[in-house]
C-alpha cells in the first residue's frame, strides 16, 4: 500500500490545480490521467483513450442523455412548465403553505421532465419568484422551496442515474426505479416542513387563495398531459417494455406533441432545444469518457483495489463508521466541487470499498444522488445558490440560510436509507 501513496498524491494534487486554474473539467481529468498513465504505468495511453472514446461515443444507452436532454429543452422553451406551475396552483393553495407547496410540486415534475437540479431551479424559480413576490410571500421561503426541493439528480429520469450506471456497470432501469420512492419520499418530507413552518409563522405565507371546484376543472388541462408523458417514460422503463433510451426517445416524440397540442410550436424554439441539447451533452459525455480514461489508470495502478482490501480488514471500523466518513467526505467535497465532477471523481475509488463492504451498489447509486443534492446547495460552489441568486438579487447568505432545512431534510432521508434499504431496493426487486 505505502508504494501507493505517491501516485495518489501526484494524481489528486495535479487534479486540484486544474481544478483551481479553471481549466475545462473534461480538459484536466484527462491531462491528469495521461500523467498518470505516462509516468506510473507501461500503458499505451494514447490507445486506451482512443478506444474508450470510440466505444463510448457508439454506446446505445449513451444515446439517453442527449433524447432526455431534448425532451426537457423541448417542454421548457414550449412554456408548458409554466402551464403546469399554475395548474398545480388550485390543487395545493389550500394545504397549509400554499403556493410554497406549489413550488415543491412543481419542482418534483420539473425534476422528472429535465434530469438536471439547476435547470429545475432555474425555471421554476423565473416562474414563482415574480408571481409569489406580488402575492406577499416572503422571499427566503420561496427560494428555500425551489433550491431545496429542485430534485432533478435523483428524480428519474436523472441525468446522473445514466452515468452512475455505465461507470459501474449497474442497471439504469432499476437504477430509476430505486430513485422514485426516496425522491417521492424525500418531496414529502419537505412538503411536511413547509406545512409546519407556515402553521408556525403564518406571516410568511399571507392571504387566502380563492380556489372554486372550476378552477380545480380547469387546471387538469395544464396539469395532466406532462403528467401523463413522464408516467409513460417511467412506465415503460419500469414495467420492462422499452429499454431506456427507447422510452427516451419516446419522451421526445411526446414533447413535440405536447408542443403542438399547446399551440406553443416554434421553429426558433426548436431549434434553441436542439442546440442547447448539443451544447449540454456533449459537456456531459466528454467530461464521463475523460472519467472512465482515468478510472482505467487509477485501476490498473491497483489503488481501488488496495482500498478496499485495506478497509475489509481492518479491524478498526465498521462498515457503518466507514459509510458515515465517506458521507462526511461527500459533504465537504460538496463545498468546493460541483457535485457531478465530485462523483465522476471519486467514485473509481469509493465504489470498489463500497462494494467491499458489502452494501447495495443500485442503493449506494441513490444515496449518492442525494449527496449529489446537497452539494448542488452549499457554498461556495453550489451552482443552485447562484441560480437563485440570479433569478432574485437577493443576499448569498440570506439563500443559503434558507437551504439550510432542505440540506438537514436531506441528511435525514439518507439515515433512513441507511436505515431502511428497501426504500430504494423494493421496486427495483418488482421490475420485470
Known amino acids: 500500500m505505502e508504494a501507493l501513496w505517491w501516485p495518489m498524491m501526484v494524481l489528486f494534487i495535479t487534479l486540484l490545480i486544474f481544478l483551481v486554474s479553471g481549466l475545462w ?31 463510448q461515443s457508439t454506446s446505445y444507452t449513451l444515446m439517453a442523455i442527449p433524447m432526455f436532454v431534448l425532451m426537457g429543452q423541448i417542454l421548457f422553451y414550449s412554456g408548458i412548465v409554466d402551464h403546469l406551475y399554475k395548474g398545480l396552483t388550485p390543487w395545493v393553495s389550500r394545504l397549509p403553505g400554499k403556493l410554497l407547496q406549489t413550488n415543491v410540486l412543481s419542482c418534483t415534475l420539473m425534476s422528472a421532465i429535465t434530469g438536471s437540479t439547476v435547470a429545475t431551479a432555474a425555471t421554476i424559480s423565473s416562474i414563482s419568484v415574480p408571481i409569489l413576490r406580488e402575492r406577499g410571500y416572503a422571499t427566503g421561503p420561496v427560494v428555500g422551496t425551489i433550491g431545496g426541493a429542485a430534485l432533478g439528480l435523483l428524480i428519474p429520469p436523472s441525468l446522473y442515474f445514466i ?60 396539469v395532466l398531459p406532462t403528467i401523463g408523458l413522464i408516467a409513460l417514460v417511467l412506465g415503460m422503463i419500469y414495467l420492462g417494455i422499452s429499454t431506456v433510451t427507447e422510452a427516451a426517445a419516446i419522451g421526445v416524440l411526446g414533447a413535440f406533441i405536447l408542443m403542438i397540442a399547446f399551440r406553443r410550436f416554434s421553429w426558433r424554439d426548436v431549434k434553441t432545444s436542439l442546440f442547447n441539447t448539443v451544447r449540454i451533452s456533449g459537456m456531459i459525455i466528454f467530461i464521463m469518457m475523460a472519467a472512465m480514461v482515468l478510472a482505467n489508470i487509477i485501476g490498473y495502478l491497483g489503488i481501488p483495489t488496495q482500498l478496499a482490501r485495506m478497509v475489509t480488514e481492518s479491524s478498526i471500523a465498521s462498515p457503518g463508521v466507514i459509510f458515515l466518513l465517506i458521507v462526511l467526505m461527500y459533504l465537504f467535497l460538496g463545498t468546493f466541487l460541483d457535485g457531478m465532477a465530485m462523483v465522476l471523481l471519486t467514485l473509481p475509488v469509493v465504489f470498489p470499498v463500497i462494494i467491499a463492504l458489502g452494501y447495495d451498489p443500485i442503493w449506494f447509486g441513490v444515496v449518492l444522488a442525494l449527496m449529489i443534492e446537497i452539494a448542488q446547495i452549499t457554498p461556495p460552489m453550489g451552482f443552485g445558490i447562484y441560480v437563485l441568486q440570479s433569478s432574485t438579487g437577493l443576499p448569498l447568505t440570506h439563500i443559503m440560510k434558507w437551504q439550510l432545512p432542505f440540506v438537514i431534510i436531506m441528511l435525514l432521508a439518507v ?17 420485470r
Do not use: C, H, N
Request: aromatic residues 12%; glycine residues 10%; charged residues 10%.
Open 163 to 222: 452515468i452512475y450506471g455505465m461507470l459501474t456497470e449497474q442497471s439504469i432501469s432499476r437504477l430509476y426505479t430505486a430513485g422514485l420512492l426516496p425522491g417521492l419520499m424525500t418531496q414529502l418530507m419537505f412538503m411536511v416542513f413547509v406545512g409546519v413552518l407556515a402553521t408556525v409563522r403564518p406571516q410568511l405565507t399571507p392571504g387566502r387563495e380563492p380556489i372554486t371546484k372550476w378552477d380545480l376543472l380547469y387546471s387538469l388541462p395544464r
Open 415 to 431: 439515515l433512513l436509507l441507511y436505515v431502511f434499504p428497501q426504500i430504494a431496493l423494493y421496486l427495483p426487486a418488482t421490475m
Open 25 to 55: 473539467l473534461g480538459v484536466g481529468i484527462t491531462l491528469v490521467a495521461i500523467i498518470g498513465g505516462f509516468f506510473f504505468t507501461d500503458l499505451p495511453v494514447a490507445g486506451i483513450i482512443t478506444r474508450i472514446q470510440f466505444s
